[in-house]
Structure formats: C-alpha cells, structure tokens
C-alpha cells in the first residue's frame, strides 16, 4: 500500500492474529491490535504473558508463526505476492525497523562513547547524516530530555535515570514513527523513574505514537488512550485506562490490578 492510497484514518500498527512459539511453547496465540496514529497503548499483564514478545514480532526482532503486522502500511517482515507470503532479506528487515524506536529496560548504550556520541551514531552510521549535523539534531535532542548540560558524560558517568533519557534521545534521532518502550523503569531506582515518565509523558504530548509495557498504573491511567491488559498469550481485556483499571471486567485483569496494589 502506498501513503497515497492508504485512507488518513488508516491505524499505524495493524496486528492481526500475530502467533509465536518457542519450541513448541505458544507464547502469542493470535494477538489482534489496532494502534492509530498519535495513540498511547500502554501493554499491562503479568510476567511471562507475552509482552515482551509481542514488542518484539512488531518491530521483527522475533519473528511471527502466524498473522500479520503492518506498520505505517508496510508488511512487517514478509512481502505479499498474491496472498503468498515471502521472507524480507535481512537487510530489508532492517530497513523496516529504521523507523521503530525502541528503549528496553537495559539502556543498552555503548560505554566507550558518549551521551551525544551515542544519540549521533544511528544517524550518522544508518542514514549517512552529516557529522556536524547530527551533533546539532543530538544536542537538542539532549536538551530536550533534559541533559542538554551532559553531552560529554559518559553512560558511567550518568545515573540510570539519565542513560534511559539518552537512551531515549538515541531513539528520537533516528526520527521514528513509531516508539516501542519495553518496562524502561523497571531497572531504575524509584526516585529515578518519575524523571524517565516525565520524558515520556512529553513525547506521549507531542503526539508520537508509543506502545509502552510498564508496570507504571499512575503513567498508564493518565497517558494511554488504550489499555490492553494481556495473560497467556492472549488479550484479556481491552479499552480506555478508565475501563481497563478503573472499572475491569474480566476476573483475571481485576486478580492482576489487585496484585498490583
Ligand atoms: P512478558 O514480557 O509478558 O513478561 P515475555 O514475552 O518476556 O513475557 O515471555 C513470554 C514467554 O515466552 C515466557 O515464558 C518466556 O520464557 C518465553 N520466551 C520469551 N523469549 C523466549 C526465547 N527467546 N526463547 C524461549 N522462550 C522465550
């Protein structure tokens, strides 16, 4: 599909039916999830039920069994040849995944180089973006997670509540249309979370489309325009944070939000 032909109301994410099993164990048993354009889907559920997985079929860190995913009209991970499907090359794949951000609750950032030379490496290294460029798109970017004052720090040097902000920065660079953020707190210290939620809370503003797994009930009620609560590899319970949290119907997410209390 083109964006010409695509209708504007068209959602960004489009999963449909999405399966995945590891050696005969079905983590994802046909997941169906619609995100619009601009939409904070937060994923709650408890541990092994699946999230991590889900994230990572989106953006073809795993690959699917069964269903589809869309991004932005594109197939993920296959191209359509008459209703035959066929595997991308890697590279392909890659390409896809250009315009996914993703923050794991690891910031993962390289130790030997710096706040600004982390978020300017994508840029520069993927898209051939000029140096002198990417190192005035990085410090913005900096200021704009607030450590515009730490360009020169290095990920040993900054708290854990800092790397993620860069972490997030580095992710922004490469100007996703999408941001995929994997329990980006659940590593840090408590004091440290409410500074990681704020940049996100900005971004969630600023209307990027994020698909969020955190355990963060306060983030998820005031940020998510939908809720999805997932156990066993299927989707509960689904809606707005008002219905989903304030008013849960199913057993299992009512057992789950106690537990969380
Ligand atoms: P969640 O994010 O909800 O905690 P996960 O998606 O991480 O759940 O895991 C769901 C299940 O899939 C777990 O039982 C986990 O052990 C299994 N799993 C995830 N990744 C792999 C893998 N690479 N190989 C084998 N099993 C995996």
Known sequence: MTTATRPAEAP??????????????????????????????????????????FLRCINQLETIDGGRIWVDGDLMGYADKGGQLYRLTDKQIAAQRRDIGMCFQRFNLFPHKTALENVMEAPVQVKGVKKKDA?????????????????????????????????????LAMDPKLMLFDEPTSALDPELVGEVLAVMRELAASGMTMIVVTHEMGFARDVADEVVFMDGGVVVEQGPPSEVIGNPRHPRTKDFLRRMR
């Open 12 to 53: 960004l994410v489009h999963a449909v039916n999405v399966m995945k099993s590891f050696h005969g164990n079905e983590v994802l048993k046909g997941i169906d999830l619609d995100v619009r354009r601009g939409e904070v889907v937060v994923l709650l559920g408890p541990s092994g039920s699946g999230k991590t997985t």
């Open 135 to 171: 190192r005035k798109r990085g410090i913005e970017l900096l200021e704009r997670v607030g450590l515009g004052d730490k360009p020169a720090a290095y990920p040993a040097q900054l708290s854990g509540g800092q790397q993620q902000r860069v972490a997030i920065a580095r992710a």
